[in-house]
């Protein structure tokens, strides 16, 4: 329900390190319910990229606009995305700016990259570098290469987490086309065994 009282206990609590992440997740919910009502959700297991190159030109040729709720987002983000906070108070922005990148955000650039840097797993950044691809963003890809480099170095007693159905591997490669380096990709998929490198496995990033 879109109303201020429930806008305002939604606010609130995104400082709050137990449902902070929720309360930007209703956000979220309560825009999109305002502004694409007769959106399907999508049930696919891979991340729809197709708006990206559209939002990319939008954002070199206009300024992007901005939300109230993004903005409430990333101000509880920055407060707690650096260095003086605990390693739980910047995974928490870390959670917060990858809802608050599916939000209306106008040029938060120089925020992502600052939060990117903060010194946490790479895996914790993922959805912050989806959402900013998916908002027409150039992601750095020496992040991308730490992260497939971190998820076959678990991998090799966490086998299950290269299993196509849960998506991690393909998750990261996917990401290579958005960034400043994408022939970097070659270099990700060399580091991949003959299983992973095939084309029925990267059909995806073909796509």
Not at 99 to 104: F, M, N, Q, R, Y
Not at 165 to 185: A, H, K, Q, T, Y
């Amino acid at each position: 329900m879109h109303d201020a009282p429930a806008v305002a206990v939604l606010i609130r609590g995104l400082s709050d390190l137990r449902w902070g992440k929720e309360a930007a997740g209703a956000l979220l919910d309560i825009w999109l319910a305002d502004h694409s009502p007769s959106k399907k959700p999508n049930f696919s297991r891979s991340t729809d990229y197709s708006h990206h190159l559209i939002r990319r030109a939008e954002r070199v040729t206009q300024r992007p606009v901005t939300s109230d709720f993004a903005e409430a987002i990333f101000a509880v983000a920055m407060d707690f995305g650096v260095a003086s906070k605990s390693g739980a108070e910047q995974k928490h922005a870390l959670v917060l700016v990858g809802v608050g990148l599916a939000l209306p955000h106008g040029a938060k650039r120089p925020e992502i990259y600052l939060l990117l840097s903060l010194p946490q797993p790479t895996p914790c950044k993922h959805r912050l570098l989806v959402n900013a691809a998916r908002a027409g963003e150039v992601i750095p890809s020496a992040i991308l290469m730490e992260g497939v480099q971190a998820l076959l170095s678990e991998a090799q007693e966490q086998r299950w987490r290269l299993d196509e159905n849960r998506g991690e591997l393909m998750g990261w490669i996917d990401l290579f086309p958005f960034s400043d380096g994408p022939e970097r990709v070659h270099d990700a998929i060399f580091m991949l065994s003959d299983q992973h490198r095939s084309p029925y496995a990267l059909r995806r990033l073909l796509e």
